[in-house]
């Protein structure tokens, strides 16, 4: 039998936690589902699903308290809950990964950390709080820069998407992948806000725009399960939004990038990104073209 990819211990026998004490020997490049710290994240992760369920109400306002944040946007007491569980939870596995999450106080101290812990305890707070199920948790693990594991739990949806660093991704289980679409037209599927939808309309892009997915780690798994053709996000998305459905998307056979082409980086001392697209890569390359047209018009 082959020996387990990480050594585990318990500092609590009354709350055993799963540890990696030996995470600088594992081969992050080539996890699987079925790897112990893969399937500690997840259960983690489902787990604080669960305890974001108990403040939320469909069809009706959040039983949590809400205040608003420096620019306006609302944040939940059911945000601060469950951030602050999944930093006990996720810090308890990886005990050496620095830490960065929506609702944090940052640190530089993670510039320093080749692993780092990237979340966003409640992606898509406004729809939480209005009682719409399109909201999510995000937690990635990036390893020099570029994340290795990547799960997105919507619990109001009953979804959950995991994906490993070569290894898939999967939707509750099952592989997933992104729309086998090569073109747009005005059938593909696209979903993002108007403003930079309309500009690659401009640009000679043809396709039909549904809804805007308020949640982005959402937004972009719905293009990994091939439910979607293709994702936007406007300019300044943070690491915590995107990081791990990034690696969703990249493990469905798609990708998640700049406007332009570019690949994301995580953990740098800035967090925002520009303006972004998910998609198929030939469904990528088209929107690329159209955004170099519009900046050239």
Known sequence: M???LFKRSSKNEADPAEVVTGWRDLDWERLSHADGVV??????????????????????????????????????????????????????????????????????ERLEQDLVLIVDPIDGTRSFVAGERGWAISVGVV???????????????????????????RLNGREIRVSNRTQLDASALVAGPLALAQELR????????????????????KVAAGVLDAGLVSANSHDWDI??????????????ATLYGRQLLYNRSGTRHSELAAGSVPILAEITAAAIRAKVQ
């Open 2 to 4: 082959n020996a387990p």
């Open 39 to 108: 399937c500690a994240l997840v259960e983690a992760t489902r787990a604080a699903g669960d305890l974001a369920l108990g403040f939320f109400h469909p069809g009706e306002k959040t039983s949590a308290a809400i205040t608003k944040k420096t620019g306006g946007s609302p944040v939940s007491e059911a945000d601060h809950v469950v951030n602050r569980y999944l930093e006990q939870r996720l810090r308890a596995i990886l005990p050496e990964a620095g830490w960065l999450s929506e609702e944090s106080e940052d640190s530089a």
């Open 243 to 256: 990081a791990a459905a990034d690696l969703v998307v990249d493990e469905a056979g798609g990708r998640l």
């Open 202 to 221: 401009d640009a000679g892009l043809q396709f039909d725009l549904l809804p805007k997915i308020p949640s982005l780690a959402l937004r972009i798994t």
């Open 143 to 169: 390893y020099r820069h570029r994340p290795v594991i990547g799960i997105v739990n919507a619990p109001a949806l009953g979804e959950t998407y995991v994906a490993v660093r070569n290894g898939g991704a």
